[in-house]
């Protein structure tokens, strides 16, 4: 496993569960930490922490925690906990890169945002204790039932005396390294760490003191007893050690799949990332890259990135290069859910579906493909007289584009030969033939980079939140997120009719109004028309240009059995660590793959 999230996913806990129901073919919201489910105490708020005076549902929710809740050393948790927790995550002199999604974003509680900018006082805020077991949350915006419990995960603790003991100061700001090694962590999840290398290894063995080992709603569940995580960069050699026992589970490459694609033990799971192409479109910052004949200013062109856009074969590129990803059009994938209570896809909504079929002009969503060579050098072509009348282009100038990505590696390396190719087809004809050049840069560091302008190309992705569609607008609409250099969502206006009047605003002020002003409660028709219409705003800059759905392709061993026979959704998938049982024990594993020579056959 790769993930960022993984010592989260395995040492903490939720106030709500989401668990696959008795059939396993879906999913049922239970009590995790708290005792049982929210009230609902919206009236008795109204007015205060800027509800509105009639308020009656949505805004305030009373939760009680259940009394045997600990940390993994035996320490109590309560709701001082939470409440230590919260004023750490939005502590103004800490700065901390996600607290946005306590005063803006998943869980936006009222007051935060003040407090957090240090211009508020803590008992302005939202989060009142009640007592030592139960604690309201008053919340900014209204929400439905079903998007508190999705959102409540987002409530995160940290020990208190670990935090603190952690904590350095480096000019105004200051800094925990709380939660980067063994001693600087602590667990109320499952499982705990027990053993940490840096770049290297961690192990994690069942963290006893958790609520869920003791409460007799967890019985045949988490039979993972521990699990050792190594860091290894080399594919091959995590495909070695796969195929000879060593681990039980492993991601596939474009390369595995052309072998391993009709395995049973193949399994597919579709995640909520887009990958795009993102492009420096600053004028003034790529112009002082050229020297020596080489231009790098062609990327600042919006026609010649029209071009690339139609000059890319979208299916094809998935066929060929990341083999069992699916085409991407939109900057939304097909993994959203805009309403969970009915089970619709934001894609699957006519608002959307119509909004993207009219960008791409097709009749219908299911006829679109982006790819049209004889318009790409259509724009192309236009593109380079636009240039030239502009002094950007000298007879006999080499175009470059700087492609930055992580490594060289095989994966990365297919990639930068697609859109050459892509690229080389599309110049033929105009006056880029010839004399384009895409040159991958390897650069770990390139997202930081990007946002500095330091880059012309990267492919990057955006994704998470899958049950708030409207929410994503905070990767492309606000500047702290944004990937592609040279374009401003605050000053970039947009216009869209609404109530049959024509509304203006910047980008970044359409997200604001529809993820936490005006349109929250709005319609559902209507904020899936906004969120459309804004997204193909964004894709007519073609400064982020989608490719690829992502859909992670992994392989299970010979003794996994997995909660659910299919892929749920990305909250429950398929069960996870909690669900999976084993056919044998690590003594019979051991000699199984010993009398398969540690060479298993998938």
């Known amino acids: 496993m790769t993930s960022d999230r993984l010592p989260l996913d395995y040492t903490t806990d939720g106030l709500y569960e989401f668990n696959l129901n008795e059939s396993r073919d879906g999913y049922v919201i239970e009590p995790g930490m708290a005792q049982d489910m929210p009230e609902d105490v919206t009236a008795s708020y109204a007015g205060r922490y800027g509800l509105p005076p009639d308020a009656t549902e949505g805004y305030a929710w009373k939760i009680r925690l259940r009394d045997d809740l600990c940390w993994d050393d035996g320490e109590k948790i309560d709701v001082s906990t939470f409440v230590y927790s919260v004023q750490q995550f939005l502590n103004p002199k800490m700065k901390n890169y996600r607290a946005s999604v306590l005063y803006a974003d998943s869980l936006p509680i009222a007051g935060a945002e003040a407090y957090y900018e240090g211009k508020g006082a803590w008992e302005d805020v939202g989060f009142i204790q009640d007592d030592e077991l139960t604690f309201t949350l008053v919340l900014k915006n209204p929400m439905t039932p079903f998007m508190f419990f999705y959102n409540s995960g987002s409530l995160k603790l940290v020990k208190e005396s670990l935090y603190e003991a952690n904590k350095q100061e480096s000019g105004d700001i200051v800094k925990s390294s709380y939660g980067t090694g063994l001693d600087s962590s602590a667990s109320y999840g499952p499982y705990k760490i027990s053993a940490f290398q840096a770049d290297k290894s961690m192990t994690f063995v069942r963290n006893e003191k958790w609520r869920g080992y003791h409460d007799g709603k967890h019985e045949g569940q988490y039979q993972t007893s521990g699990i050792y995580v190594q860091y290894i960069v080399e594919h091959q050699t995590v495909m070695s050690l796969f195929l000879q026992g060593e681990l039980d589970d492993t991601a596939l490459d474009a390369k595995d799949l052309e072998k391993y694609a009709s395995s049973e033990y193949r399994l597919m799971t579709p995640l909520s990332y887009t990958w795009k192409f993102s492009f420096n479109i600053d004028h003034d910052a790529l112009k002082k890259e050229n020297v020596n004949g080489e231009n790098h200013l062609a990327v600042s062109n919006l026609n010649f990135r029209h071009g690339v ?40 909504t006519e608002e959307a579906k119509k909004a993207l079929a009219d960008f791409y002009g097709t009749a219908n969503y299911e006829d679109i493909t982006g790819y049209d060579i004889v318009e790409a050098r259509r724009y192309f072509a236009k593109a380079y007289e636009e240039l030239a009348a502009a002094g950007d282009v000298q007879d006999g100038d080499r175009f470059v584009i700087d492609f930055h990505t992580y490594s060289a590696d095989d994966a990365y390396m297919r990639t930068v030969a697609f859109i050459q190719d892509a690229v080389n087809e599309a110049a033929k004809g105009t006056p880029f033939e010839g004399r384009v050049l895409i040159r991958q840069v390897t650069d770990q560091k390139y997202y930081d980079n990007m946002q500095k302008g330091n880059v012309d190309l990267a492919f990057t992705a955006w994704g998470g939140s899958s049950f708030d569609p409207y929410s994503v607008l905070w990767c492309y609409c606000t500047k702290e997120a944004l990937n592609e250099y040279g374009f401003d969502p605050d000053t970039e206006m947009h216009t869209i009719e609404v109530d049959g009047k024509p509304l203006t605003m910047s980008l970044n002020k359409w997200y604001q109004e529809l993820c936490t002003g005006d349109f929250v409660t709005a319609p559902f028709d209507l904020r899936n028309r906004i969120l459309a219409s804004c997204e193909v705003k964004l894709l007519s800059y073609y400064n982020m240009i989608p490719v690829r759905y992502h859909n992670s392709n992994s392989m299970i061993s010979h003794r996994i059995i997995e909660g659910a026979d299919h892929y749920i959704n990305d909250i429950v998938m398929r069960g996870g660590i909690q669900y999976r049982t084993y056919t044998m024990d690590d003594a019979e594993w051991a000699a199984y793959c010993e009398a398969n020579n540690r060479q298993l056959q998938y």
């Not at 060929?320 to 991407?328: L, Q």
């Not at 805009?338 to 934001?346: F, G, V």
């Open 309 to 348: 856009s139609l000059a890319l074969d979208r299916q094809k590129y998935c066929d060929t290069v990341t083999i069992g990803s699916a085409p991407g059009y939109g900057l939304i994938n097909y993994s959203f859910v805009a309403d969970p209570d009915r089970n619709i896809l934001y894609r699957d």
